[in-house]
């Protein structure tokens, strides 16, 4: 698998110690039949209790990471094998996404998805997982992502970095498929990177002058990376 795709400190996490006692938040988990812990933080649905987060505004926003997935799973590139995807979360934990996971479209079974991931460590909670947390570093996740290719290219999407279109994107991948492309996109609402991404990954693409959606530039780089290695073309002749 060749183009391995990051979503950087994903806006998902359970509801933290210092809201469970808000009323808000006691309603909502009532509502769900769950202890307030065990729900996943959402902004559209305790917005007024995460006004008392210092960080709110780029916290519970699993819509991000499920739009973002969505943009990627069953694409041709993913049907060809040729695509790994990995999820970062806020506390740094990575997430292993099986290429062949079929999500739910819907938000709330989606959110259920994350609450037993995140409480029981993967999906499903037996058995093969189609998610599952990883112990390893987002700096161990790179390097092994880049095996012993010396020619691995590693790019973090954001704003302030090289300016690059959408040809000179095509002509930046290595020809041979073999050669790993690994790419970060940060996965929350607002803000900037806060862990070590900007080391980590050693080329920084900025793909317009204005602010992006995460799913815009996972599409972006899965499609111009599609065209580089012709993987429509050779779906049909394989076929
Ligand atoms: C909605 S942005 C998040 C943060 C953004 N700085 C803000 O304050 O709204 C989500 C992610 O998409 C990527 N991104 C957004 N705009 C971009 C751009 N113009 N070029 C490259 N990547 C971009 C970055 O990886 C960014 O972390």
Redo the contacts with the bound molecule.
């Keep these: 698998m060749m183009l391995h795709i990051i979503l ?2 994903a806006a998902i996490e359970l509801v933290p110690s210092e809201l469970t006692s808000l009323k808000e938040i006691q309603k909502h988990s009532h509502k769900r039949k769950r202890r307030p812990n065990e729900i996943l933080l959402d902004q559209s649905n305790h917005g007024r209790s995460m006004t008392r987060l210092e960080d709110g505004d ?1 916290r519970g926003r699993p819509d ?1 990471v499920l739009f973002s997935l969505q943009s990627l799973l069953e694409t041709p590139l993913c049907k060809a094998g040729l695509l790994s995807m990995h999820i970062q979360l806020q506390d740094g934990r990575i997430v292993e996404v099986h290429p062949e996971v079929r999500l739910p479209r819907n938000h709330d079974r989606f959110v259920g998805l994350m609450e037993q991931l995140l409480l029981k460590g993967q999906v499903p909670p037996t058995g093969d997982p189609l998610l599952k947390i990883i112990n390893k570093s987002l700096s161990e996740l790179v390097s092994f992502l880049k095996g012993n290719s010396v020619d691995a290219i590693t790019l ?4 302030g ?1 090289q300016k690059i279109d959408m040809t000179s994107l095509v002509e930046m991948y290595p020809s041979e498929r073999e050669v790993p492309v690994i790419l ?10 806060q862990g070590n991404a900007r080391d980590v990954f050693e080329t920084h ?10 799913w ?2 996972c599409s972006e780089v899965l499609w111009t990376y599609s065209l580089k290695h012709e993987i429509i073309a050779k779906r049909y002749s394989e076929a």
Aim: charge should be negative.
């Design positions: 950087l400190e780029r991000i973090l999407a954001i704003e970095g970060g996109v940060g996965a929350f609402p607002h803000g900037d990177f693409i900025e793909l317009d002058h204005d602010v992006m959606m995460a815009h530039v």
